[in-house]
């Protein structure tokens, strides 16, 4: 699905589901296959965790601001896409309208590919202009759904991190509480 035939593509997962470890054979296909790939995150800490989830070189991870900054042709340091590049966009569902807008009509105009991997339970967009980008573009291009917890080994935990994707939090608390793994202050 990541590298099929379409311009933007979807992958929705919940937590745990292993969203950006996926994309790491997906960004080494890519590569096998001569693409560029950049690997982007609303923030540092997620991009540096898909930096290394897809083996990505530094220059090519960043934080979305600053991608979406340096697609800019004025910019210094601007970010050249062609119909060779591949970006991939961790944590999507925090995407705001204006950067999503800025994101596809880049992408759309050099032809590049654009990876969107995301939870629509989570985070709204937080960038300018707010909004569910993620959830529209889901719902309007569909989606590849990973359903399977794979970061919790343990079934209880599988469970619990179930239960708060679908906002059952009190089950969530209740089951971390019996294996008493919370302490209350």
Same mark, same amino acid.
């Given at each position: 699905?990541?590298?099929?035939?379409?311009?933007?593509?979807?992958?929705?997962?919940?937590?745990?589901?292993?969203?950006?470890?996926?994309?790491?054979?997906?960004?080494?296909?890519?590569?096998?296959?001569?693409?560029?790939?950049? +690997?982007?995150?609303?923030?540092?800490?997620?991009?540096?965790?898909?930096?290394?989830?897809?083996?990505?070189?530094?220059?090519?991870?960043?934080?979305?601001?600053?991608?979406?900054?340096?697609?800019?042709?004025?910019?210094?340091? +601007?970010?050249? /896409?062609?119909?060779?590049?591949?970006?991939?966009?961790?944590?999507?569902? &925090?995407?705001?309208?204006?950067?999503?807008?800025?994101? $596809?009509?880049?992408?759309?105009?050099?032809?590049?590919? $654009?990876? /969107?991997?995301?939870?629509?339970?989570? /985070?709204?967009?937080?960038?300018?202009?707010?909004?569910?980008?993620?959830?529209?573009?889901?719902?309007? /291009?569909?989606?590849?759904? &990973?359903?399977?917890?794979?970061? *919790?080994?343990?079934?209880?935990?599988?469970? +619990?991190? &179930?239960?708060?994707?679908?906002?059952? &939090?009190?089950?969530? $608390?209740?089951?971390?509480?019996? *294996?008493?793994?919370?302490?209350?202050?």
């Amino acid at each position: 699905h990541a590298l099929g035939p379409d311009g933007v593509v979807v992958i929705e997962g919940r937590p745990g589901a292993g969203k950006s470890f996926a994309q790491g054979p997906v960004a080494k296909a890519a590569r096998a296959s001569g693409y560029k790939v950049h +690997a982007i995150a609303p923030t540092w800490r997620a991009a540096e965790i898909l930096r290394r989830d897809t083996d990505t070189l530094a220059d090519h991870a960043r934080a979305l601001a600053g991608f979406v900054a340096r697609l800019n042709p004025d910019h210094p340091e +601007a970010i050249r /896409l062609d119909k060779r590049t591949v970006i991939i966009l961790d944590e999507a569902s &925090m995407l705001g309208l204006r950067d999503a807008a800025a994101l $596809l009509e880049a992408a759309a105009a050099a032809g590049a590919k $654009l990876i /969107l991997t995301g939870d629509t339970k989570q /985070l709204l967009g937080v960038g300018g202009g707010g909004g569910d980008s993620f959830g529209s573009l889901a719902e309007k /291009l569909g989606r590849a759904a &990973m359903t399977a917890i794979r970061r *919790q080994k343990v079934e209880w935990q599988q469970k +619990a991190s &179930m239960a708060a994707a679908r906002g059952n &939090m009190a089950a969530t $608390l209740f089951a971390y509480a019996e *294996q008493d793994r919370v302490v209350l202050v």
